[in-house]
């Protein structure tokens, strides 16, 4: 199979699994919203945003990091790999213990705050998943992860519509949810060959100082990441809250996606870079660019198109406010889209430490935004302030990588897709009022045949893709193997 094979099946197996998995996330949502109410689901979106917010401070960048560095060739594999797990172990260990007493100290309803500590358990399986899917990425098995989070989240579906069924309560459904999240740590692993706790003082240096400069980046992000939803409970509502918090929940199971489709091509770029291979890695530098552009750009006119009759499919006619701030914050995706690819080439450079005061300067302006328009703007104001630290934290990130690495990338298919992708929003926008089901089933038909008729995906790259087996065009070396 040849290297373009096997990264297209990788990816495919990676959307399909989030396409099931992302179903799966919004039935979860459909049956919560459902069950708590207004008010209550506030409850749940200002505990969960809570832990986040310590949950981007812990992350370290630690999937990014992991897959980067299991794809040189500097250490022996597995104790790197066991080094990487316990340091994650720890860090994430640590962090979960901060997070619950740190609550306390806020204005928030004892419910929330009891909250918090129940789903540290669903965190702290998070936080070990990382490892686990940066050794998936640079193996090109992702289909494991993805079959991981499937149980994960069919696990939870089924928990919480029995909790619904049964009306067992806020925090009942609360144990639920973090109970769920342990089976996809458990899954994936059992699937990877085997890991402890040990640690490699040389390998714990260099991880030290590969991760360093990404771990303050990261740090940096929780505040603008995660800011205005842990500020707005401050000075609005439960009630409002809950609309907010909604919103945001449709755009937080779209963004994995490209952040895994980057991880899938970041041991790719390292590998190209660290051998001085240029042109290699202007290729799949290029392959990611397109590749993220085209589910991200189709996904921000389809929300635009049907962002209220959305929210109330996804949350109940309670949560229709949302959808005017689903609206302004899936424009936040473009910037998400730019930030990650090219954040990701500085990475697979070794120029992350370039990007930290980008962070920093975004992080300030954040938080002094949230701190003045929340309070006059309510929703409106947190949810401006949100899609302006996406805006400039993805333009920042491009203008950097583009100076550094002297990689500009076409945007003929770019434009292509934008082409593509507002056609098919009009489209749909025109033919309402109808099902959203059908305005989905549509909107994937039309965006299709565009790109097909535009030429972005090609009659030849199709066949190569889904083709029989052929012999490899590149060495096996390629492939880093753990």
């Known amino acids: 199979m040849s290297l373009k094979q096997q990264v297209a099946h990788n990816t495919i197996a990676q959307i399909a699994g989030k396409a099931v998995s992302t179903a799966l996330g919004v039935i979860t949502i459909m ?23 310590f949950g981007i ?3 370290f960048g630690f999937t990014v990091v992991t897959a980067n560095m299991l794809s040189e060739p500097r250490f022996d594999k597995k104790k790197l790999f066991d080094t990487l797990f316990t340091i994650r172990f720890f860090t994430a260990l640590l962090l979960n213990c901060i997070a619950p007493l740190s609550i306390m100290l806020f204005p928030y309803p004892a419910p929330i705050k009891i909250a918090t500590a129940i789903m540290t358990i669903s965190f702290f399986s998070v936080y070990l998943n990382q490892v686990f899917v940066a050794y998936y990425q640079v193996k090109l098995r992702m289909h494991i992860q993805a079959i991981g989070e499937v149980i994960s989240r069919a696990a939870l579906v089924v928990g919480a519509a029995l909790a619904a069924h049964q009306n067992w309560g806020f925090l009942p459904l609360v144990t639920v949810v973090a109970l769920a999240a342990l089976t996809n740590t458990v899954y994936l692993w059992l699937k990877s060959e085997g890991v402890r706790l040990a640690f490699d003082k040389e390998i714990g240096s260099a991880v030290w100082h590969k991760m360093w400069p990404v771990a303050i980046s990261v740090i940096f ?21 809950g609309i ?13 996606v490209p952040a895994l489709l980057m991880g899938t091509m970041l041991p790719l770029l390292t590998f190209s870079w660290s051998r001085k291979d240029n042109k290699n890695f202007a290729q799949r530098a290029q392959w990611s660019f397109n590749i993220v552009n085209l589910f991200l750009l189709p996904t921000v006119a389809g929300i635009l198109a049907i962002s209220t009759a959305l929210m109330v499919f996804v949350a109940g006619s309670d949560f229709a ?10 424009w936040k995706l473009i910037g998400i889209s730019f930030g990650m690819i090219f954040s990701h080439f500085l990475l697979a450079a070794g120029k992350q430490k370039l990007s930290m005061w980008l962070y920093i300067i975004d992080a300030i302006l954040c938080v002094a935004g949230f701190m003045y ?28 990588a583009i100076h550094q690495l ?20 009009y489209a749909i926008y025109s033919l309402q ?27 030849e790259m199709i066949k190569e893709i889904i083709g029989p087996k052929k012999f490899p065009t590149e060495p096996p070396s390629e492939i880093p193997v753990v």
Request: hydrophobic share 55%.
């Open 57 to 59: 401070i812990s992350d």
């Open 244 to 256: 907010y918090g909604a919103a945001t929940r449709v755009i937080e199971t779209i963004i994995p």
């Open 321 to 330: 406010g949302s959808g005017a701030i689903l609206a302004v914050l899936s």
């Open 373 to 400: 328009f929340i309070p006059k703007y309510g929703l409106y104001g947190a949810a401006g302030v949100s899609l302006f630290s996406e805006i400039f934290a993805g333009l920042g990130l491009s203008i950097l």
């Open 433 to 459: 009022p109808i099902h959203i089901i059908w305005s989905l089933l549509l909107g994937a038909i039309i965006y299709s045949l565009l790109i097909y008729i535009f030429g972005v995906v090609k009659k």
């Open 221 to 241: 992000n929780a505040f603008y990441l995660q800011g205005d939803k842990v500020i707005l409970p401050l000075y609005a509502s439960q009630t409002d809250v």
């Open 406 to 425: 002297r990689f500009v990338p076409h945007f003929v298919d770019f434009a292509k897709i934008s082409l593509a992708s507002a056609i098919m929003g």
């Open 31 to 53: 049956i919560m919203t459902r069950a708590l109410g207004v008010e209550r689901f506030g409850w749940y979106i200002t505990a969960t945003s809570f832990l986040q917010f």
